[in-house]
């Protein structure tokens, strides 16, 4: 079966780093993607990874492990605008994007 | 350039009936993928269309379908609505088809079946 896991919520400080975790079990594997949701917005495009390592863009960096199946997100200097849920979604062997139920981000002050 | 649109962006039904759902990708985009999001499932693929071909299907009952236009304008159609089929649509397109393309969201279809 494709099973995408990623905590539910998680909470942290402004100014801080967060990392937000993905596993993912998969029938082939064709790339990882990271989306961000506001509430009431549309997914928007964070980050691609294919490749094991890191891929760093901004405050944002995604990490893969294509043989532990895992990847995360770390966002640095967090700002109030950041709170979001954050998607894990896997393209599998054939093209589908398989989305993760997301995580929900909450900044605080 | 203008992103997806999607239309309309709300919708109440009632059970049995049937309902059409229109997305417009960005301009030059071949590829509309569909997306139901529910609280409780999250993002589920429902289907793929690429130059007006289905390249890939989710596991979805048959009453949901779809169909992509010459130029790229998708929509999609359930039938028999259940209350289950309470969600938002999010449409997405991207400029071709494969692994690496991203995809760019529309704003979604918010559907209410009582």
């Known amino acids: 079966g494709q099973n995408i896991d990623q905590p539910t919520e998680m909470t942290a400080t402004e100014g801080a780093i967060v990392q937000i975790n993905c596993t993912y079990q998969t029938s082939g594997f064709n790339g990882l993607f990271w989306y961000q949701q506001h509430a009431g917005e549309a997914p928007t495009f964070l980050s691609y990874?294919?490749?094991?390592g890191l891929e760093e863009k901004g405050r944002f960096s995604s990490f893969l492990s294509r043989s532990k199946g895992y990847s995360y997100l770390l966002l640095k200097e967090l700002q109030m605008k950041d709170s979001a849920s954050y998607l894990c979604a896997v393209k599998g062997a054939t093209n589908k994007l398989i989305f993760g139920t997301g995580t929900l981000l909450a900044v605080q002050p | 350039k203008a992103g997806v649109t999607q239309t309309p962006r709300y919708l109440i039904k009632t059970r049995g009936q049937q309902v059409t759902l229109s997305c417009s990708p960005i301009?030059?985009?071949?590829?509309v993928s569909w997306y139901q999001q529910t609280p409780g499932q999250g993002l589920q693929f429902l289907f793929e269309?690429?130059?007006?071909?289905?390249?890939n299907k989710g596991n979805f009952p048959g009453r949901f379908s779809g169909r992509q236009f010459s130029n790229s304008r998708s929509e999609m159609n359930v039938s028999t609505l259940e209350l289950g089929d309470s969600a938002l649509y999010l449409c997405?397109?991207?400029?071709?088809?494969?692994?690496?393309?991203?995809?760019?969201f529309g704003p979604g279809t918010r559907l209410t079946v009582t």
């Open positions: 269309y690429f130059s007006e071909t289905q390249r």
């Open positions: 997405a397109s991207s400029s071709d088809w494969g692994p690496s393309y991203e995809q760019y």
């Open positions: 990874n294919v490749l094991d």
């Open positions: 301009s030059g985009h071949r590829s």
